[in-house]
């Protein structure tokens, strides 16, 4: 007999001797194994694997493919189009052989998946222990109870083997019917050749402690006080008794600095407890609250969970950290959500994540990543239907970076009217198994159950009472669009659009709040294409087929059964507004002026209009794959238009140029005041004439706000330049500059042909004068100013135009020897 139960895994302090990760693997198609062979003779440690391929878990199949050198780079040119898509419909076998740790006889252990996609059978030296009627979904979590005499032997090998099938999902017809909930690219980029099958996430084999109780799951609750000087906290953590008998004892939680609490507590065999240490009061001065990185610092506790039984035998002790920091929302009085961070609202900016189109990931790149969100001054994350490994999460602790976890649109997680009691089962198994993870994390803000549409009432119902038993601590959202719930009401929320190009001033005239405009919370919206630059695309397509676009250029947009499968929407307002391209250096290099100012002016507007506005979700933050559309930087983390317009946006007090009033504006994205600064605003003709200009001296700004200080006149026809400076009065040093470009005749927006994703011109603004600057050489020098002990070189750079014509739009870069462009590198 056996059980399979879920898990999330959650590290804790027990000895090197008492834990194995298991990642070294063997892997084959099962077409490649005689039909005669069983998992039960696959799974015996004597088993002849020679021949298998030898990979790392977590790797899924394609991952592990191309890891192996069976396939080149999937992501090049072409190359993922070549990929048969056949072999992956039959299943595949991981198997691992390894020792367990040194323990006494009958001792407990547990095997854990943090991830298999998508159903599976498992085998443990001849026993199989679980199969796919057991294992099924890709974001659940297993925990299957294993013992020593019984299924593992100590002093010598076992194995374990896996037999793995794919999932079968699609989010277009006629296939959309299919019901498997496991991870689609939407219209993002290709889908995976393999469905992104196998061992996704960590396995590993833990020896328990002497109770044979395993602690897992920590939680927080946190309610702060409106003063911020108090905070009354709940520690939840879950017990489970391996033994076949009642064991009772004392569960003890130590937290740093707060001190020691116990309490009596009798663990049934088999099913888990949920053991609470309820109202904990911590006061202020040994209050340390948890704040996203534009409110305060991020603070943390560590906290042990440990168990004695009566007999003083001792459990594994649990080990964590968690912030205190409480998350809410209400509707404001248009009935927007607006998110609060111990009582203070936060406007949220952020963008759309994605994982690695194979789910490969490096913790390396990871806290890049994150540098480059706080680097660009957003504050948010929307994941959906990528969820990552627990690192991930710690780092968005770390950084002060809020999450917004869900589930994502079209495929078969909005596919209700197909599913069966399977779907139920794995929908709500999964949603448990990302609650238990993710709820100690204080950068968790929300959890989006449902993306484009509302769920059904029976579907709502379930995943809501998940949310009851399991104790989650923030807020939920029951869609990421404008729906309204019978259950839970309004979601408060927008998906409108746009997703491709817009003008600059597109995101303030949207006066009739029916689009992307600065009101209200955009979880998914942007101006679309944001093309990468030529040392990417020069990694991602072959030389002679870099110009003119082409079917290669096309392959690396959005997946192209969808809307955004070309730079259609981009090219032709990019050609009439800054003039047509002869080579693919000249057309990147316009798409990124065109990208900085689009990607600049929506955030801007967003900014300016707090809490008008509520919050705004860029689509997207980064790419699964090389992309010309939806990042803010691209695959290769080289920042290009988009990145730098959002950083300037963003910086933490900033001047702003509004294209449809004049209007110039200070946001202080910051939660302290600002005093004593000066405001410089200034226009200039294409050669650099100035033609006005307008100062206000003295400025107080307070904290978090956006505030209207002056209009500055355009007395000029077609073409000019506005110059945005501030300046700390005391020490005349500069907060803040910005350059703006624009023509006197706008952009037209024709908002009665709106649709969901664009809203098109009637006629554009008239750029093209920039191409008639002539070339200049700029000089420059650097100097390194690195600090000893520094990980990273910092060099401190200056630019020089030696002569009077204007310099426009430099994108600075570092070189290597080789002449390869440095990435990831950070600008201030």
Not at 208 to 229: E, F, H, N, W
Not at 430 to 446: A, G, W
Request: one cysteine or more; a negative charge; hydrophobic letters at 40%.
């Amino acid at each position: 007999m056996f059980g399979v139960f879920l898990f999330v895994f959650v590290v804790a302090c027990v000895g090197d001797d008492s834990y194995v990760s298991l990642t070294k693997w063997n892997l084959a198609n099962s077409v490649d194994i005689p039909a005669v062979m069983t998992g039960a003779q696959i799974s015996q440690a004597e088993y002849n694997a020679t021949s298998w391929m030898n990979i790392s878990v977590p790797g899924t199949l394609m991952a592990s493919l191309q890891r192996n050198g069976v396939y080149s780079d999937p992501y090049y040119s072409l190359n993922l189009l070549n990929v048969p898509r056949v072999q992956f419909s039959f299943a595949w076998w991981y198997r691992s052989v390894f020792d367990v740790p040194a323990v006494s006889a009958d001792s407990h252990f547990v095997l854990r998946f943090e991830g298999i996609n998508y159903r599976a059978n498992i085998w443990v030296n001849g026993v199989q222990i679980a199969n796919t009627s057991q294992i099924v979904g890709t974001f659940r979590f297993y925990d299957i109870p294993l013992q020593t005499g019984v299924h593992l032997s100590t002093g010598a090998s076992n194995c374990i083997a896996v037999e793995v099938f794919r999932p079968y999902d699609s989010w277009t017809p006629p296939s959309n019917e299919l019901t498997d909930l496991a991870i689609s690219w939407i219209d993002w980029a290709p889908f995976a050749p393999d469905g992104n099958a196998g061992l996704w996430r960590n396995v590993s084999l833990r020896a328990l402690g002497a109770t044979s109780v395993d602690l897992r799951y920590p939680s927080i609750t946190s309610k702060v006080a409106v003063d911020q000087q108090s905070a009354n906290i709940e520690i939840l953590v879950e017990a489970q008794n391996y033994l076949p008998s009642t064991v009772t004892g004392t569960m003890y939680l130590d937290i740093e600095g707060l001190g020691l609490f116990n309490k009596t507590v009798s663990l049934p065999s088999g099913n888990y407890q949920r053991i609470q240490f309820d109202s904990i009061q911590v006061e202020a001065p040994k209050l340390r609250l948890w704040w996203p990185w534009q409110m305060g610092s991020q603070e943390f506790y560590d906290f042990t969970v440990s168990f004695v039984d009566s007999k003083g035998m001792k459990s594994n002790i649990l080990s964590s950290r968690f912030g205190i920091r409480e998350a809410t929302s209400k509707l404001t009085e248009r009935g927007d959500r607006l998110f609060y961070i111990n009582g203070q609202p936060i406007l949220i900016r952020g963008g759309g994540w994605s994982s690695d189109l194979l789910l490969r990931y490096t913790p390396e790149r990871q806290r890049l990543e994150m540098e480059y969100i706080r680097s660009m001054g957003l504050n948010a994350i929307r994941m959906e239907g990528k969820m990552e490994d627990n690192h991930f999460y710690s780092l968005a602790d770390e950084f002060g970076i809020l999450l917004m976890p869900g589930w994502a649109c079209c495929d078969a997680w909005q596919h209700w009217s197909a599913w069966g009691d399977e779907q139920y089962l794995v929908a709500r198994e999964s949603l448990r198994s990302e609650v238990k993870r993710t709820r100690i994390h204080p950068s968790v803000l929300v959890f989006l159950y449902s993306s484009d549409e509302l769920p059904p009432v029976s579907v709502e119902s379930e995943y809501l009472a998940v949310f009851a038993e399991e104790h989650w601590p923030n807020p939920t959202l029951n869609s990421a669009a404008q729906v309204t719930s019978s259950i839970t009401g309004p979601s408060g929320v927008k998906m409108s659009g746009p997703y491709v190009w817009e003008p600059p001033n597109y995101w303030l005239e949207d006066k009739n709040f029916k689009f992307g405009g600065a009101f209200g919370f955009l979880t998914e919206g942007g101006p679309g294409a944001s093309p990468m630059v030529i040392e990417s695309l020069q990694r991602t397509i072959p030389h002679d087929d870099m110009w003119p676009i082409n079917f290669h250029w096309d392959y690396h947009c959005g997946n192209q059964q969808g809307l955004f499968g070309s730079l259609d929407y981009f090219t032709p307002p990019m050609y009439a507004r800054y003039g047509e391209a002869n080579s693919a250096r000249e057309y990147l290099y316009k798409a990124q002026v065109a990208a900085y100012e689009s990607h600049r002016a929506m955030f801007e507007a967003y900014s300016r209009n707090k809490y008008t506005s509520t919050g705004l979700i860029h689509w997207m933050l980064n790419n699964p794959w090389p992309a010309m559309i939806w990042h803010m930087y691209d695959y290769y983390l080289n920042p290009g238009g988009a990145f730098f317009g959002i950083k300037k946006a963003l910086s933490p007090v900033h001047a702003v140029y509004s294209y449809t009033d004049s209007s110039v504006w200070i946001i202080n994205s910051m939660y302290t005041g600002v005093e004593n600064i000066n405001l410089y605003a200034e226009v200039y003709a294409l050669n650099g004439t100035k033609l006005n200009q307008k100062s206000q001296t003295q400025i107080s700004i307070t904290g978090d706000s956006s505030t209207n200080i002056l209009t500055i006149p355009i007395e000029t026809e077609g073409f000019f330049f506005v110059s945005l400076k501030l300046v700390n009065n005391s020490n005349s040093q500069t907060i803040d500059d910005s350059v703006y470009w624009y023509n006197s005749v706008p952009d037209v927006l024709d908002w009665m042909d709106s649709n969901f994703y664009l809203t098109p011109c009637s006629s554009y603004a008239d750029l093209s004068a920039l191409e008639s600057l002539s070339p200049i050489t700029l000089t420059s020098y650097c100097v390194d100013v690195s600090s000893e002990g520094d990980e990273r070189t910092k060099l401190r750079c200056t630019i020089d135009n030696p002569t009077t014509t204007v310099a426009f739009f430099i994108h600075l870069r570092m070189m290597s020897n080789d002449g390869s462009v440095i990435a990831p590198i950070f600008w201030e």
